[in-house]
């Protein structure tokens, strides 16, 4: 009947533009992760290597894991869920205090209370908990990322030749994302299908 035909094509075009949509997002989640996991990298490679340095490094990717947040929550406030200016104070009030904790971690080591090895540890630490703190409201990526900080901070604290075990773990991340998202588009896909008459 002309009117089932209507309603399949019209059904066929809102999975198209799901599954169009969950592409979008894909990219999106899978750049932020790559960001996230290269930013984390380095300043765990810097933390290691010159603890005095990695103050400026992390405070510095403050704004770059802020940024980061509010990508990963624009779908939320394109599709309503959340409105704008809400997501941004909430998320600028999360960071804003990380960046303040970074700072006071700063002072104690100006006074002489903390050692240049035992401050870098410390950032580190503050990042992984406040990363993975995000995650819990935003999603995997952020948990992720803060995972792989937290990892990478035992290993730091427990073996010198570190840099190949991060490398495994950064990979093992990569193939949760891919599982994951692999996961969640043949949910989509099944959520979409009409039984057939």
């Known amino acids: 009947m002309p009117g089932d035909k209507t309603m399949h094509e019209s059904g066929a075009d809102d999975s198209e533009k799901m599954k169009s949509d969950f592409s979008g997002r894909h990219l999106i989640d ?21 603890p005095a340095m990695s103050h400026t490094y992390w405070v510095a ?3 770059v894991f802020f940024i980061a947040s509010l990508v990963t929550e624009w779908t939320h406030v394109r599709s309503g869920k959340y409105p704008w200016k809400t997501v941004v104070w909430n998320h600028s009030l999360q960071w804003l205090a990380l ?39 935003m999603g995997w990526i952020f948990r992720l990322a803060g ?3 937290a990892v990478g901070l035992l290993v730091l604290a427990y073996i010198e030749r ?9 990979v093992l991340i990569l193939v949760i994302h ?11 896909q099944g959520w979409t299908k009409t039984p057939d008459r």
């Open 178 to 188: 891919h599982f994951m998202t692999r996961h969640s588009r043949q949910e989509s």
């Open 30 to 50: 899978l750049i932020t992760l790559f960001v996230l996991l290269g930013c984390s990298f380095i300043g765990v490679a810097i933390t290691n290597i010159s």
């Open 99 to 137: 960046l303040a904790a970074a700072q006071m971690v700063f002072v104690i080591q100006q006074i002489g209370r903390l050692n240049n090895e035992t401050t870098g540890l410390i950032l580190l630490l503050l990042f992984a908990l406040s990363t993975f703190v995000a995650g819990i409201r």
């Open 147 to 149: 995972l792989f900080l």
């Open 162 to 170: 570190y840099l190949w075990v991060l490398i495994i773990i950064a």
């Open 61 to 63: 990717m403050v704004p």
